[in-house]
C-alpha cells in the first residue's frame, strides 16, 4: 500500500468565493456542535439502538420521522421556538470520528440498502444516505435555489400560488447563512470539475461554479463518505445539533413502522423498531410515541413506504417519484486528473436545460473513487482492469435528465413487496432513451473539447469515443433499461404537495389531506424534479414549513 | 421487456429447481475452492459459484492481487448478511441459475457448471450475460459484477494498481473492523 499522502498534496483548501453567505459570528462552529453533542448525550438526549430494550413510551409535541434535509430543519426550528420535539431516525449517528474515508466503509455504513439500493428491476443505482443527517452526510454540496422557472411550473399545473421565489427567499437566506452556503471559487475546482468548464466554454456552452455548503472546507473529495473535517456543513453537524441544543430528543436505529391514526381521523404517533447498528435487522427493543404532530421526512422513497405501512394510501402516495436519471462517460486524458480529490462537485452547466418538448438534462462531475467507478462501469475482468487502470488519468462527467415537469408524466413508483421491502420502479421509454442519447452525445463532446483522447460509455458493451468521427456510433448505441449504467442521487416525489387531493398528498402547507396532525416535509412533497441539485430546495421548504407545523402544535 | 423483481425472484426459484437437476444429471469435480466454515447467508456451493465470479471479474496477473487473496467472495457474503434476508436469497438464487449445468446445456449448449468451466468458459458466460438479450441475465449479470467488482476495488491492496494513493489522513479515527454499520 503506497504511503498515504499528506493534505498538503491536495490543491490548497480555497475561501469560498461568495461572502455574503459567510455565517455570522452567532452561527455555532462545528466545536460547538460536537459539545452539543456530547451534552445530550450525557443527559440522554441523544440515544442509539444499543442504549434501548424492550417497551419503550415517549411522548412529545412532535415526533419527526428522518434526520435529513427535511427532518432536522424541521425539528430545529421547532425546539428553537420550545416546543418538545422528538427525531428519530433509522440509520446510525456516525460522525467524523466514524468517516475513515473508505469506500468499503462509507457505503455499507451511511447508504441505503448498505450502498446496494436500486430500482427492483436493478437497471437503476440509487445513491441515497441513512444516517444521523441523511443524504446531507454523504451528498456532494451542490447547492441551488429552486429555480423560478420550477416554481412557475409548480404554480400552474399544481396549484402552489404561494410558491414564489420572494415567498422562499427569506427562508433560502437564512438556510444559506446556517449552512454557509457560498459560490465555490473557479481557482479551487479540481481537475475533474475543470474539464467540463474548459470544454463547455471551448464549444460556447454555459458552464458556472456552484454554491456549496461548507465552511472550512479542506477541498478533500471525500463529501461522498462522510465529510473528515466537518467542512460539510451537513445536519449532523448544524441542525441536528441546533435541535440538542435547544432541548429536543433524538434516537438513531430507530425505524419508523408505521404512523398511528386514531377513529377520529387523527395522527397521534408513531410505532418504531429499534434496530441492530451491525446488523440491520430490529433488535427486538420498540419505541412508541405519542405526539400531538407527527412530521415525515423519511426521504422520497421511504416516506411513502412509511405512509403505505400505516394504510394511509389515499391519493397518489407513492406515485409520481422522480429521479433525475443519471448517465455519465469517462474521459481518458494523457495528463493526471485526480478525480478522487478535491471538490467532487464544483463545476455545472445547464446549457441543455430546457429542450422543449423532450426532457432537458443537466451536466456535472463526480468523485472519480475507485468503488464508485468499478462499479458504475459494468464491465469485468481485463476491460475493467484497464479502464482501471487508468483511474488517476480519468475524468468522469455526468448528465442528470430533469424528469417530471409534465404534469401527466407517470415518472416512477414506490411501493411494498410480499417481504415488506420497499420496491421502486423507474419504467423507461423511448423519451428517456432519446434523452440518455443526448446526454452521451454532449458528454462526448465536453471530454473531446477539453482534451481527452478516448471517451468511454457505461454501456454494457461499451462504446469508445476517439473523435466527432465516432459519434454516430455513440448515438447508435442502445439506451434501455439494463444495457447501459444508469444511476440516481436525487429521489423526489412520491407525496407530493398540491390543492387537488386526487392529484398530491399534502396541502401546499405540509398538511396530509385527509389525516389531521400529519404533515411530510422532505424531497417527497415535489410536485416535479427540479432541474438542480435539490438539497437547498428541500431546506429551504422545511425551514418555511416550521410555521405550519408550529401553527398546528398552537 | 420489463422485469421486475418478483419475476426475476419467480425465476430464480425456477432456476433452483433446474439446479437441483442439474446436479443430478453432472458430476461436479471437486476441484473448487473449499467454502469458508463461516459463512453468513450463502450456502457453500452458492460462495464457490460467486468466488469463481470474482476470480473473472477480478482476475490476477501482472501484479494485480487475485480475488482470493482479497477474499472477494466472503467479503460479499458478510454484506448481503447486513442487507435484507429476501435480497440476500435473490442473490443466493441468480448463482444457482448462473452456475446451473442443464440450464446452460439447454439455453446455450454448455455442458458444465459455472464453477468448473474454466476460465475462457467462464468470461464467455459472464459475457453472453452481460449482452443476453434476457434482462433477468444482464441484471444477474450487473448485480454480480457489481458486487464483486465493488468489493475488489475498494480494497487498499488494489489502490496501487489504480494510480490511487489512498484518503489523506485527518487524524480521523478508524472505526474497529467490522464496527462500523
Known amino acids: ?554 | 421487456m420489463k422485469w421486475t423483481r418478483r419475476r426475476l425472484l419467480g425465476a430464480g426459484i425456477g432456476g433452483s429447481v433446474l439446479l437441483a437437476l442439474g446436479g443430478l444429471a453432472m458430476r461436479r469435480s471437486d476441484a473448487t475452492r473449499p467454502a469458508p466454515t463461516t459463512l453468513v447467508v450463502l450456502s457453500p456451493r452458492a460462495w464457490q459459484v460467486l468466488a469463481a465470479v470474482a476470480d473473472r471479474v477480478c482476475p490476477s496477473g501482472d501484479g494485480w492481487p487475485s480475488a482470493d487473496t482479497i477474499d472477494v467472495a466472503s467479503r460479499v457474503d458478510a454484506l448481503l448478511g447486513r442487507m435484507h434476508p429476501a435480497t440476500a436469497a435473490e442473490i443466493e438464487q441468480v448463482l444457482g441459475l448462473l452456475d446451473n449445468a442443464l440450464g446452460g446445456l439447454l439455453m446455450d449448449g454448455r455442458t458444465s457448471t459455472f464453477v468448473d468451466a474454466g476460465p475462457e468458459g467462464q468470461d464467455a458466460i459472464l459475457r453472453d450475460w452481460q449482452t443476453s438479450r434476457i434482462a433477468l441475465r444482464r441484471a444477474g449479470y450487473k448485480a454480480l459484477s457489481g458486487l464483486c467488482a465493488s468489493a475488489y476495488y475498494a480494497d487498499p491492496r488494489v489502490f496501487p494498481k489504480v494510480g490511487y494513493p489512498g484518503p489523506p489522513n485527518y487524524g480521523n479515527v478508524a472505526p474497529a473492523p467490522g464496527g462500523a454499520g
Open chain 1, 1 to 554: 500500500m503506497n504511503e498515504p499522502i499528506r493534505p498538503s498534496d491536495i490543491p490548497a483548501p480555497a475561501t469560498p468565493g461568495d461572502a455574503a453567505a459567510m455565517p455570522d459570528a452567532a452561527t455555532p462552529t462545528a466545536a460547538q456542535a460536537q459539545q452539543a453533542r456530547a451534552a445530550a448525550r450525557a443527559s440522554g438526549r441523544l440515544r442509539v439502538g444499543s442504549d434501548l430494550s424492550g417497551e419503550t413510551a415517549l411522548r412529545c409535541d412532535v415526533v419527526v420521522v428522518g434526520s435529513g434535509a427535511g427532518g432536522a430543519v424541521t425539528a430545529a426550528g421547532l425546539a428553537e421556538a420550545g416546543h418538545d420535539v422528538l427525531l428519530l431516525e433509522e440509520g446510525g449517528d456516525h460522525t467524523r470520528a466514524d468517516f475513515d474515508l473508505q469506500e468499503a466503509t462509507a457505503y455499507p455504513m451511511l447508504y441505503q440498502d448498505r450502498g446496494a439500493r436500486s430500482t427492483a428491476d436493478m437497471a437503476m443505482t440509487v445513491l441515497q444516505g441513512r444516517s444521523v443527517g441523511g443524504s446531507t452526510t454523504v451528498n456532494w454540496t451542490t447547492c441551488y435555489r429552486t429555480p423560478e422557472r420550477i416554481l412557475a411550473n409548480w404554480r400552474a399545473h399544481h396549484g402552489l400560488e404561494a410558491l414564489t421565489e420572494a415567498e422562499l427567499a427569506p427562508h433560502f437566506s437564512a438556510v444559506e447563512r446556517r449552512l454557509s452556503i457560498g459560490t465555490w471559487p473557479e481557482s479551487a475546482a479540481n481537475a475533474n470539475n475543470r474539464r467540463l468548464l474548459e470544454g463547455a466554454r471551448k464549444l460556447g456552452w454555459q458552464a458556472d461554479s456552484t454554491r456549496r455548503n461548507v465552511r472550512g472546507c479542506a477541498n478533500s473529495g471525500y463529501c461522498g463518505v462522510g465529510c473528515p473535517v466537518d467542512g460539510k456543513q451537513a445536519m449532523h453537524v448544524t441542525f441536528v445539533p441546533d435541535l440538542l441544543r435547544a432541548g429536543g430528543r433524538l434516537i438513531a436505529d430507530c425505524r419508523v413502522e408505521t404512523v398511528e391514526v386514531d377513529a377520529s381521523g387523527r395522527a397521534r404517533g408513531v410505532v418504531a423498531s429499534v434496530l441492530d447498528r451491525q446488523t440491520g435487522k430490529p433488535s427486538g427493543a420498540t419505541v412508541r410515541v405519542e405526539a400531538k404532530v407527527v412530521v415525515l421526512s423519511a426521504g422520497a422513497i421511504n416516506t411513502p413506504a412509511v405512509l403505505l405501512r400505516s394504510g394511509i394510501s389515499d391519493g397518489p402516495v407513492g406515485r409520481r417519484t422522480f429521479l433525475h436519471p443519471v448517465v455519465g462517460m469517462a474521459g481518458e486524458y494523457d495528463e493526471k486528473i485526480q478525480g478522487f480529490y478535491g471538490a467532487p462537485q464544483s463545476i455545472a452547466s445547464h446549457q441543455f436545460i430546457d429542450r422543449g418538448e423532450r426532457y432537458g438534462f443537466f451536466l456535472e462531475a463526480v468523485p472519480v473513487q475507485p468503488m464508485l467507478i468499478a462499479f458504475a462501469s459494468g464491465q469485468f475482468g481485463t476491460p475493467l482492469r484497464q479502464l482501471m487502470g487508468r483511474l488517476d488519468h480519468l475524468s468522469v462527467l455526468i448528465g442528470l435528465l430533469v424528469d417530471g415537469l409534465d404534469p401527466a408524466e407517470p415518472a416512477g413508483h414506490v411501493e411494498l413487496d410480499a417481504h415488506g421491502r420497499v420496491r421502486l420502479h423507474y419504467p423507461l421509454g423511448p423519451a428517456h432513451a432519446e434523452a440518455f442519447a443526448a446526454m452521451h452525445d454532449s458528454l462526448a463532446r465536453l471530454h473531446l473539447a477539453a482534451g481527452a483522447g478516448g471517451v468511454t460509455s457505461l454501456h454494457l458493451d461499451p462504446v469508445v469515443v476517439r473523435s466527432e468521427a465516432d459519434l454516430p456510433s455513440l448515438a447508435a448505441a442502445p439506451y434501455g433499461a439494463l444495457e447501459h449504467g444508469i444511476f440516481t442521487a436525487h429521489q423526489m416525489g412520491g407525496a407530493a404537495m398540491g390543492r387537488d387531493p386526487a392529484r398530491s398528498v399534502v396541502r401546499p402547507d405540509h398538511r396530509h389531506h385527509r389525516v389531521e396532525g400529519l404533515y411530510v416535509v422532505d424531497g417527497s412533497v415535489l410536485p416535479s424534479a427540479l432541474g438542480v441539485n435539490p438539497s437547498e430546495t428541500i431546506y429551504g421548504l422545511a425551514h418555511r414549513a416550521r410555521g405550519f407545523v408550529a401553527e398546528a402544535l398552537r
